[in-house]
């Protein structure tokens, strides 16, 4: 499964909404569970990722809620509600549906206008 | 507190073996899935490997699949990356990884180690 993500980069100003788009090549949705194997981390630099959201949708325990994702089937968005000066980073979506590999998308590069 | 501390990372030449090491602590290592993802320094990130909470199970990218083995010792809480026949494009930064699923295989990654580099270069 191929994951894109849309743009690579996005510059956007401070309390601004931040919206980063990803693509999968086929459904990531198990009707069998109601659940989209699809997963955000985010990397700052020198940092390894760090886990965001999961199932599209869940947050991540300690993930401050102006994050939040989206999606099902094969198009998901990871939206900052609100973005904050500590949010400039990299993320990555992931996808974990059925075998190995489990992919990433080629990431996008999140700064401030 | 989850610590993953991965070590052995170094410059050797095309063709080199290398094994590296992952040192887990913090939580039940013995129940959980572990993965090695890789990033070229400055680029995206590449899932590698996994194996399995009692080692049984494991799996690869179809990029090192025959010159990487995963393994794991549950007495001492580590997980190692055996590599062979390594390349240029081998050079990356090697994360260890914790599955967030409890004794199975979720596939996403909730704790990841510092990394360590791993340079293949004559």
């Known amino acids: 499964i191929v994951m894109t993500q849309s743009p690579d980069s996005l510059a956007v100003s401070l309390g601004e909404r931040a919206t980063i788009n990803c693509k999968s090549s086929r459904s990531v949705f198990y009707g069998s569970n109601n659940k989209n194997y699809l997963a955000w981390y985010q990397q700052k630099p020198g940092q390894p990722p760090k886990l965001l959201i999961y199932w599209a949708s869940t947050r991540e325990s300690g993930v401050p809620d102006r994050f939040s994702g989206s999606g099902s089937g094969t198009d998901f968005t990871l939206t900052i509600s609100s973005l904050q000066a500590e949010d400039v980073a990299i993320y990555y979506c992931q996808q974990y549906y059925s075998t190995p590999p489990y992919t990433f998308g080629q990431g996008t590069r999140l700064e401030i206008k | 507190e989850v610590q993953l501390v991965e070590s052995g990372g170094a410059v050797v030449q095309p063709g080199a073996s290398l094994r590296i090491s992952c040192a887990a602590s913090?939580?039940?290592?013995?129940?959980?899935?572990m993965h090695w993802v890789r990033q070229v320094p400055g680029k995206g990130l590449e899932w590698v490997s996994l194996i399995n909470w009692d080692g049984e199970d494991t799996y690869y990218a179809d990029s090192v699949k025959g010159r990487f083995t995963v393994s794991r010792d549950n007495s001492r809480n580590f997980v190692y990356l055996q590599m062979s026949s390594l390349r240029a494009e081998d050079t990356a930064f090697y994360y260890c990884?914790?599955?967030?699923?409890?004794?199975?295989?979720?596939?996403?990654?909730?704790?990841w180690g510092q990394g360590t580099l791993v340079t293949v270069s004559s």
């Open positions: 990884a914790k599955d967030r699923g409890y004794t199975s295989s979720w596939c996403f990654f909730d704790s």
């Open positions: 913090g939580f039940s290592f013995e129940d959980y899935t």
